[in-house]
């Protein structure tokens, strides 16, 4: 996964079941106190044993693709703007790849973020084609959870394909995840809706999926969707300490916080 606490949010139904948990990114350029932080929630966090940390910074990137007319690229999304994000998205892509080489080797299943990122973020679409590039290299079979938002759904329609791929459910212990949610909210380290309802059930489909220039008729798989406000202007993004967490947050007070 991509961040802390996107094991429990996009993997509920499998976190305690598999034998281990890569988490990529650790600090945020933008929140200096966040990966001290993050390291004390990983510590105290009930799957810790399982859990290994890579420690990546960050990109800045969430926003910086075009959501209008999104663009899969090698490292995950083209970043719309030039520049620095750009190219430290590009590079940390590069990284990941020497990172996770060893666990995708290791692992005869792999599950981590579908092409759109769940419900939108540029570094969960970089980890998905890093890992699913490393397991078709392979024997590793990649499997991408079912979570999409109302900012995804263009580019999650662009995967709507002919042919059918494995698909399997599975239920959510809702409480289980409520009581390991807490060590995160505890420090403060927790960037999801406040008052979110996990679902019941996830499904989980094989990968890889085909990408389709345009949007037309194809198959999916059952989707978790969630309904978010409008997205922040990128002009926004780049200008608001912790952007993430407190547009999330603030969406949910707004909103219900909850799945749809």
């Known amino acids: 996964v991509a961040h802390p606490d996107d094991e429990i949010l996009w993997f509920a139904s499998i976190a305690e079941d598999v034998g281990k ?28 044993d399982r859990i290994q940390c890579l420690g990546l910074t960050e990109t800045c990137s969430f926003g910086h693709a075009d959501w209008s007319d999104p663009e899969p690229a090698s490292s995950g999304l083209r970043i719309a703007a030039t520049g620095e994000v750009a190219n430290v998205y590009e590079e940390r892509a590069a990284a990941l790849r020497t990172e996770l080489a060893p666990y995708i080797a290791d692992a005869t299943h792999v599950f981590t973020h579908n092409p759109w990122g769940e419900y939108g973020h540029e570094e969960h679409v970089m980890v998905h084609r890093v890992v699913s590039d490393l397991a078709a290299s392979g024997s590793t079979r990649v499997w991408y959870s079912n979570y999409a938002s109302s900012w995804s759904t263009g580019l999650m329609l662009r995967y709507c394909g002919r042919r059918e791929n494995d698909v399997f459910r599975k239920d959510v212990d809702t409480e289980s995840m409520r009581r390991m949610s807490m060590v995160y909210r505890d420090h403060d380290t927790w960037t999801w809706f406040d008052d979110y309802e996990w679902f019941d059930t996830e499904h989980f489909v094989r990968g890889p999926l085909e990408y389709l220039p345009q949007s037309g ?9 969630i309904t978010l406000p409008d997205r922040p202007s990128r002009k926004s993004v780049s200008r608001v300490k912790r952007l993430k967490r407190r547009l999330l947050r603030l969406a949910g007070r707004r909103h219900g916080g909850r799945g749809n």
């Open 21 to 48: 948990i890569v988490i990529c990114f650790l600090d945020d350029p933008e929140t200096p106190d966040l990966a001290d932080a993050r390291k004390r929630t990983l510590k105290e966090h009930p799957l810790a």
């Open 217 to 225: 008729f194809g198959w999916m798989f059952p989707i978790n969707l």
